[in-house]
């Protein structure tokens, strides 16, 4: 069990920001806005464009019914109904669906429906498999075992087949827009509770040793409080890194959902899989249209949110994180001076996939 | 020998536990008769197949029974169409496992030179395209690349056909064989016919790629990387100062080193290109067991779903299986 971060974060600071071990609890030390301070060149343009994207996404989400002529389950204007399958014109920018939607308001809406779906299965799972990982971690024995080979088992499988069975399960056909997002998260949250369950109970075995949690116990604190005061605040290192990875494969998740039927009904909310799943047929006759934009909206918002996590993962590894440039030679000697340090990271099989955190045997 | 059997044994609680979660969770919407014909059937028609299947007894009982089933390799029968699951999953898991292969060598083609590229132009910008190529791999979903290169290349240049294992002429041809494999390139190949092995050659292009994609990016990724880290040994150097072309020592020094982790993904990537295979299928209209699996979840025939992702749970346990022992072959510091 190897967590992604190395297990000392302190030798990360110093370089860059001298002093912010002395500094007060400020916003500058928040996740992301202290990454973003440390970060220079090519890293900061990624993590920057990253964000910008997520902004966009979060403006659209939250501005979509000034930002749309039309209602997301709307099906007719003010002369009469829009008819099905409809060319970009200027009624339409977009066109409009072989149901007869509009794709524009569609795809704008849909952005509010992926920021739900990820914002609960990310908070499920992060809730669930925090918890699960620190009481595996701390108190080890046979619930530790039972948890550890469940997981393991859990994170062979692939994750696509899970999530459709366990939307299976919750929705078994029902789908408002509540249920539908329920079902949704839910099943994303079975897929993702294993990798938190995994990282915390890494670092829980890690910190539980450590002489501060020694103490703490001896003088007589309550268990709980070791617990969260003590092990979980620092183990939660890793933690903005995965959850950006998992919101990534969330909306991928939901998407793929929706594309094979098993997500929120159309007249319940927009949803960019169930629209790519209509537009299969389309495709055939050369209508593109309606799988181009819902597409595209997928890509740009993994996109960003993947960036963002990149960019995360690569500050939180000092050996990939590129220095500020301290002399005025810079160009070559810093291009070439983590090729030496990144050596000794070579055997480690890391960065083969925004999904994969974790051992992989 | 002792690593091999420890290792063996582990698989077993894997597929226990998954075959259990499936059985569990299927069990929780009520039982597959009801959900099949619910609505369709009167309470007491409903109530006498229910009795007749055996689905009104203890679910611990049901649950033992259907384990003794699947040992003795028996997965039931379909509801909705009445055949055979084990016929089902022959029949069309070769389809699919013959997708899940042209994907792979598409990652192989794509994905290792250009990692090596990357690793050589480190930092470089076509170190810095390849980066984003990677990433667009990632966030584009298979579907959608499929629709986008069906939309190109089949309606919009013709090139290519839009759907199907092989055209209708091809494929009746292929399935009056007999000891037909079911893999449709072997059996055009012994079939000794250029024209279908042409034809179902052309079916595979835009499938496999979309499938291969997304892994391709993953192996780009991991090739440069451990390419980066091996072309800073000192053995290259040594090399290098021996007056060693840089395109002899990244395609010969470096190459091999570079590709041992490969290996240990490939059996988390076998999990994501199944899951991936499923929406290939149906984007492609390709006739496999993730085709199929989507048409009996439509019908909710829980009996045929829970075969088939039982057997997707199987392949992927052996896969990892099969990983773990030729990891422990190249590197003997692999042991329990």
């Known amino acids: ?126 809730f669930i498999g925090v918890a699960l990982g620190l009481i595996s971690g701390y108190y080890g024995g046979w619930v530790d075992r039972v948890l550890v080979v469940v997981a393991d088992a859990i994170y062979a499988f692939p994750t696509l087949l899970l999530a459709i069975v366990t939307a299976i399960v919750i929705s078994g056909g029902s789908s408002s827009l509540w249920g539908g997002i329920m079902a949704t998260a839910v099943a994303i949250t079975v897929v993702f509770v294993p990798q938190y369950f995994r990282v915390i109970r890494a670092e829980t075995l890690r910190i539980k040793t450590e002489a501060y949690v020694e103490a703490a116990r001896v003088i007589g604190t309550p268990t709980l409080r070791i617990m969260v005061r003590h092990v979980l605040r620092n183990a939660t290192r890793s933690l903005p890194l995965l959850v950006t990875l998992n919101a990534a494969e969330a909306i991928l998740t939901l998407a793929a959902l929706g594309f094979l039927g098993f997500g929120i009904e159309p007249s319940a909310a927009a949803e960019w899989g169930y629209d790519l799943n209509r537009s299969v047929s389309d495709v055939s006759s050369g209508i593109w249209w309606t799988s181009l934009f819902p597409g595209a909206a997928i890509v740009l918002m993994v996109l960003g949110v993947t960036l963002v996590g990149e960019s995360l993962q690569d500050l939180a590894d000092p050996r990939l994180r590129t220095r500020r440039r301290t002399d005025s030679q810079a160009p070559q000697a810093t291009a070439s001076a983590p090729v030496s340090a990144g050596g000794a990271a070579a055997g480690v099989p890391k960065g083969t996939g925004p999904s994969e955190i974790g051992p992989s045997s | 020998m002792r690593y091999i059997f420890v290792r063996f044994l582990l698989i077993i ?23 099949a014909q619910g609505g369709r059937l009167s309470a007491a028609q409903l109530d006498d197949m229910r009795e007749a299947a055996g689905y009104n007894r203890p679910i611990l009982v049901q649950y033992v029974e259907y384990l ?46 250009l990692g090596m590229i990357a690793a050589a132009k480190r930092d470089r910008w076509p170190d810095a395209g390849l980066r984003l190529f990677a990433i667009l791999a990632y966030a584009t979903p298979v579907f959608f690349l ?25 494929r009746i041809e292929l399935s009056r064989m007999e000891d037909a494999t079911g893999i449709y390139l072997i059996d055009a190949i012994r079939a000794g016919d250029m024209g279908h092995v042409a034809d179902v050659l052309q079916h595979a292009v835009l499938p496999a790629t979309a499938l291969g994609l997304l892994t391709a990016g993953v192996f780009l990724r991991l090739v440069r990387t451990n390419m980066i880290g091996t072309l800073a040994m000192d053995y290259i150097d040594t090399a290098r100062s021996r007056g060693v072309s840089e395109y002899r020592l990244v395609r010969k020094h470096a190459y091999r080193p570079a590709l041992i982790p490969i290996v240990t993904v490939i059996g988390m990537q076998t999990a994501m290109l199944l899951g991936g295979a499923v929406l290939t299928e149906t984007t492609f209209e390709w006739r ?15 009996i045929a779903v829970q075969g088939i992702v039982a057997l997707l749970a199987v392949i992927v346990a052996v896969t990892n299986f099969l990983v773990d022992i030729v990891v422990a072959l190249i590197d003997p510091r692999v042991r329990y």
């Open chain 1, 1 to 126: 069990m190897s967590a992604t971060t190395p297990p000392d974060s302190s030798t990360t600071t110093p370089a860059a920001v001298p002093g912010t071990a002395s500094r007060r609890y400020s916003w500058r030390r928040l996740p992301v806005i202290r990454q973003l301070r440390q970060s220079v060149g090519v890293q900061r343009g990624m993590l920057i464009t990253g964000l910008v994207i997520v902004g966009l996404m979060l403006a659209a989400a939250l501005l979509a019914p000034l930002i749309t002529p039309y209602g997301p389950s709307q099906l007719r204007g003010e002369d009469g109904l829009f008819g099905a399958r409809q060319a970009p014109s200027a009624e339409h920018w977009l066109g409009t669906t072989a149901g007869g939607y509009d794709v524009f308001t569609r795809t704008i809406y849909g952005t509010q429906t992926a920021l739900l779906v990820i914002i609960v299965a990310v908070a499920f799972s992060l």
């Open chain 2, 13 to 35: 609680p894997t597929v226990f536990i998954l075959i259990t979660m499936v059985f569990v969770f299927m069990r929780m919407i009520g039982d597959p008769i009801t959900a």
């Open chain 2, 68 to 113: 003794g089933q699947i040992l003795r390799g028996d997965f039931g029968t379909t509801i909705s169409d009445n055949r055979p699951v084990t016929e089902v999953l022959v029949t069309y898991g070769t389809a699919t496992v013959e997708l899940v292969f042209y994907g792979l060598i598409v990652a192989f083609l794509i994905g290792i030179p």
């Open chain 2, 146 to 170: 499929g629709l986008l290169l069906k939309l190109v290349f089949s309606v919009w240049l013709g090139i290519l056909p839009t759907s199907g294992r092989a055209s209708s002429r091809t």
């Open chain 2, 288 to 302: 496999g067991l993730g085709f199929q699996l989507t048409h009996y979840l439509s019908a909710r025939d829980f």
